[in-house]
């Protein structure tokens, strides 16, 4: 019985060799730009090289299937002495063999050439290639199994990709913000459940039966399912889960503060970027927090917000939070409604998702140099001159943490002159790729004599450690809106 899987096996690989040898050739060039880029974020070139690839491995999965197809009654195989278990082990060895163990071996290239040593990333490259089975392999292998030709494929993978793709939008803003990769990670794992539980159950019913409409049926009902959890799976809940996980020391709290006199304002009272857009009025409100532990600081993300004027109504779609944290709230509310209730007594609900964390040693860094740092992984840093778009007299430099462990939370980077000045970043990014390395990057904007005097500077690398998760929710009431306009 293994000799005729392995038969199925290489007449799969002889038919479909070119292609093969199209995956492989992307897989080395993915691997050669992740392997010396120098910045967090993939070149043009990278992004569509991996588009490329990943478009290629789901063809390839979908042809071997669909060598031997499953929909129909005509297949030569049918009469032959094909048992399914063969069948379907036959085609998971080709997925293997043609995708998983170039991805798995391009990505211990990947991490040696960055100067990690990848037997002790093992268990980070094999859950890797689980995503990447539960993500990719399985779903198209799923598909396939349950449509007649490549064609049906193709128009099936763009339907489901627009259903999908128009809610997903919470999911890209959690991606694109480096201090929430702790809800990346519950949310990778999360939504790759039902897809993954799902596929193999429709792989399983159409390899061992071969009942197509039964397994189209109960692809449509995958299709909905995943739909239901964009939709209804919003960022709150997955923190909620989270913080039941790890709740951390204490509980946060979070009322009403006194609004400072004119003349004891913190220094931290500074307009707002957008104070010129007279189509919105901008409220500072003065917090107090208490139940943060010592020693343990708070990063908030406001998820949720609700104006409550006197007369019951409630409003969410006018009003913008701009954010929470050193004892301020900081919103927008359109200055039609704020005009209608600004000396009234209104109530305003907030829901914070408050992660705590402390900070650990700081390393110091030479410029220019690409050192370990210890709870965070591997950094380095680098001078550019950048006049096309800093202008002439400008410099920048460019510093870079990566880990094949990721970042829960992103380290704190400056800058340190000679003479003892601490510059932070002007910039702060991060950018998830299929790279098996996660990278945050920090830029910072030099003036001439501080590009010339570079070398004496150093920079001061910090890591955070997250410490717990707590959902807070505030209430304010009879808040009269005009007090706090700025």
Known sequence: MMHLMLHIFKKDARRLRWAIALALLLQVAVAYVDATRNSAYPGMQEGWVTILLLVTWASLIALAVHEDSLVGDRQFWISRPYRWPMLLGAKLLFA??????????????????????????????LAKQLMLAAALTLPVMAMAAVLQNFAQLALTVVLIGAVIGNRVAFVADVFMSSWLAGLRVILLDGFLVAPFVLSVAIILLQFARR???????????????????FSFVSPIFISRAQAALDPGDSRISIELGAMPAPGDLPDTFEPHPYREDNRWAELKLPLHIAGIPAGVRTYFMTTEFELTAPDGRRYKDQIEPHGLGGHWLLLRVRRALFDKIKNTNVELKVTAVAL????GETTTLPLESNRPVPLVGRCYSEVVEDKDRLGD????????????????????????QSGGTAIGPILTEYAPSLSPISRVQNSFSLRQEQFDSAAASKLSITPNIARGWQVVKVDLRNLHLSDYVY
């Open 393 to 416: 007299g400008f410099g920048a430099l460019r510093a870079v943490c990566e880990s094949p462990a990721g970042f829960p939370l992103p380290p704190d980077i400056f800058l340190r």
């Open 211 to 229: 009942q197509t409409w039964r397994s189209r049926i109960l692809g449509i009902v995958s299709v909905v399912v995943v739909v239901l959890l």
């Open 356 to 359: 705590l964390f402390r900070r």
């Open 96 to 125: 293997t063999a043609f995708v998983h163990a170039p991805s798995f071996l391009a990505d211990a290239v990947i991490l040696g050439a960055r100067g990690f040593h990848p037997w002790e990333w093992i268990p980070h490259l």
